[in-house]
């Protein structure tokens, strides 16, 4: 199978750049001078590695690796996008877009070549997900955060880990690709890291929250974002979504923007069902906590609703096994 994409409407570039995988890479590239065409193969294949250039007709390179993320097998495929026009501002758009890096032409062979190795060197690391696609220093970043909110509050650190499990077994139920169940594996750690910018005393209070306290408590998801925001990886931007969205609801009635249906990226919808049932599972200071079987029942009663019925029936067959390895 190709593990590396080439998309660029020259033909001698295509031909430069297949040339160049196939001495670094010892294989051959899967070239595509059409990027319309490229997007239509994708759904078939699983690269290690995409090549696009900027300047295309049709497409450019921003909308093609916008058209890419949307894809939910290729959410975190590495993206090398190469342009020959040296605009800070497009290398911003390109980065923001979902680009995994930005170069320059003409290229420097050697930079091109050390990338080549570092993105698609060799099948193995496509399992090691943490030294390819989810850099050491933002991995990092969120196991350090997280422990900051375990020494913020244990109990919401304590909710985290257990949001991470749930979301973990849902994302293997799915049958997601690896990588994308080891970036929730780390991002989901951090998804309410905004309730460090809700008062102590709201979070505490002995009853339900009135209207006022109710808005302070929903403004967290915008705060959890902003800590998290200014990533240009897809695991910080993983993270980032997650902390913001994850209560949005199926419907459109939820939170901060009103999103319904897929308009919710997969990571947020899958969250979204966990955190609400280990919420049910937890003491909160207004209530005790539900039984697992009270708490699935709510969970089940919202699916269509509140939740993505695909994720709902995942998240059932995920919390299944993990029963069956606890009981084991």
Same mark, same amino acid.
């Given at each position: 199978?190709?593990?590396?994409?080439?998309?660029?409407?020259?033909?001698? =570039?295509?031909?430069?750049?297949? #040339?160049?995988?196939?001495?670094?890479?010892?294989?051959?590239?899967?070239?595509?001078?059409?990027?319309?065409?490229?997007?239509?193969? $994708?759904?078939?294949?699983?690269?290690?590695?995409?090549?696009?250039?900027?300047?295309? +007709?049709?497409?450019? &390179?921003?909308?093609?690796?916008?058209?890419?993320?949307?894809?939910?097998?290729?959410?975190?495929? +590495?993206?090398?996008?190469?342009?020959?026009?040296?605009?800070?501002?497009?290398?911003?758009?390109?980065?923001?877009?979902?680009?995994?890096?930005?170069?320059?032409?003409?290229?420097?062979?050697?930079? *091109?070549?050390?990338?080549?190795?570092?993105?698609?060197?060799? @099948?193995?690391?496509?399992?090691?997900?943490?030294?390819?696609?989810? +850099?050491?220093?933002?991995?990092?970043?969120?196991?350090?955060?997280?422990?900051?909110?375990?020494? *913020?509050?244990?109990?919401?650190?304590?909710?985290?880990?257990?949001?991470?499990? $749930?979301?973990?077994?849902?994302?293997?139920?799915?049958?997601?690709?690896?990588?994308?169940?080891? #970036?929730?594996?780390?991002?989901?750690?951090?998804?309410?890291? &905004?309730?460090?910018?809700?008062?102590?005393?709201?979070?505490?209070?002995?009853?339900?929250?009135?209207?006022?306290?109710?808005?302070?408590?929903?403004?967290?998801?915008?705060?959890?974002?902003?800590?998290?925001?200014?990533?240009?990886?897809?695991?910080?931007?993983? #993270?980032?979504?997650?902390?913001?969205?994850?209560?949005?609801?199926?419907? &459109?009635?939820?939170?901060?923007?009103?999103?319904? &249906?897929?308009?919710? +990226? $997969? *990571?947020?919808?899958?969250?979204?069902?966990?955190?609400?049932?280990?919420?049910?599972?937890?003491?909160? @200071?207004?209530?005790?906590?539900?039984?697992?079987?009270?708490?699935?029942?709510?969970?089940?009663?919202?699916?269509? =609703?509140?939740?993505?019925?695909?994720?709902?029936?995942? *998240?059932? #067959?995920?919390?299944?096994?993990?029963?069956?390895?606890?009981?084991?």
């Amino acid at each position: 199978m190709n593990r590396v994409v080439v998309v660029d409407d020259d033909e001698t =570039n295509l031909k430069f750049y297949s #040339a160049v995988v196939k001495r670094v890479l010892a294989e051959e590239a899967l070239a595509f001078e059409n990027p319309c065409q490229a997007l239509e193969r $994708l759904h078939d294949l699983r690269p290690s590695l995409i090549i696009v250039d900027y300047q295309m +007709p049709e497409m450019d &390179g921003v909308a093609f690796v916008n058209a890419v993320r949307g894809l939910p097998a290729h959410t975190y495929t +590495p993206i090398l996008m190469l342009t020959a026009a040296g605009d800070h501002a497009l290398a911003e758009r390109a980065l923001a877009a979902g680009a995994t890096l930005f170069l320059n032409k003409p290229l420097a062979l050697g930079e *091109f070549t050390k990338q080549l190795r570092h993105y698609a060197g060799t @099948p193995a690391p496509r399992s090691s997900y943490g030294e390819i696609v989810m +850099p050491t220093d933002e991995r990092d970043t969120i196991l350090r955060l997280h422990r900051t909110l375990e020494a *913020f509050d244990r109990d919401l650190a304590r909710q985290a880990a257990m949001v991470r499990d $749930l979301t973990v077994a849902t994302a293997e139920a799915l049958h997601l690709p690896s990588e994308q169940v080891e #970036a929730l594996r780390i991002a989901t750690l951090v998804y309410d890291i &905004g309730m460090i910018a809700v008062p102590h005393k709201v979070r505490a209070m002995p009853s339900a929250l009135t209207s006022r306290w109710r808005t302070v408590v929903n403004g967290h998801v915008d705060a959890g974002a902003a800590i998290l925001t200014g990533g240009q990886r897809p695991l910080m931007r993983a #993270a980032e979504t997650i902390a913001r969205l994850h209560h949005e609801r199926y419907d &459109g009635t939820g939170y901060p923007e009103g999103l319904s &249906g897929d308009e919710i +990226p $997969l *990571f947020a919808r899958i969250v979204a069902v966990a955190d609400t049932y280990a919420a049910l599972v937890s003491e909160r @200071p207004h209530r005790v906590e539900f039984t697992d079987a009270h708490a699935l029942a709510q969970v089940l009663g919202e699916r269509g =609703n509140a939740f993505d019925p695909a994720v709902v029936d995942a *998240f059932v #067959a995920g919390l299944e096994r993990i029963d069956r390895s606890r009981s084991a």
